[in-house]
């Protein structure tokens, strides 16, 4: 099983960034393909970005394109969503997910263990 704890959310004014930080708690973290998915009230929750096991391969959504980035750090099972020029579209509680069995995936079916959320709101 794989243990994921998110923080680094809070309230943002548009245009302004936040870092969301995902700490893993096993191992074999570096093994896994990650995401960071996000649900704003009354709608489903939908994929933002995705990261290869190794970091090479990364994944948007067109709507954060641009202005978030994915990166991971293996030696710290640590996966971090870099967010600028932040809008308050982007309000929403924002999940970490680890996908266990595919090199990356953008549904949420595909992803096997997900943290608890972290809410990032973003005033106009």
């Known amino acids: 099983q794989v243990h994921q704890v998110e923080s680094g959310g809070g309230l943002a004014q548009a245009g302004g960034s936040l870092r969301l930080s995902c700490a893993a708690s096993?191992?074999?973290?570096?093994?896994?393909?990650m995401g960071w998915f996000r649900q704003a009230p009354g709608k489903q929750r939908e994929f933002v970005a995705g990261?290869?096991?190794?970091?090479?391969?990364?994944a948007y959504a067109d709507s954060v394109k641009g202005r978030f980035t994915i990166s991971r750090d293996n030696a710290k099972n640590t996966v971090y969503l870099q967010m600028n020029s932040l809008k308050p579209e982007d309000t929403a509680v924002y999940y970490c997910?680890?996908?266990?069995?595919?090199?990356?995936?953008?549904?949420?079916?595909?992803?096997?263990?997900w943290g608890q959320g972290t809410q990032v709101t973003v005033s106009s």
């Open positions: 990261i290869s096991w190794n970091g090479v391969t990364t």
């Open positions: 096993r191992r074999t973290f570096s093994s896994y393909a």
């Open positions: 997910a680890a996908n266990t069995d595919q090199p990356m995936g953008v549904k949420s079916y595909q992803y096997d263990y």
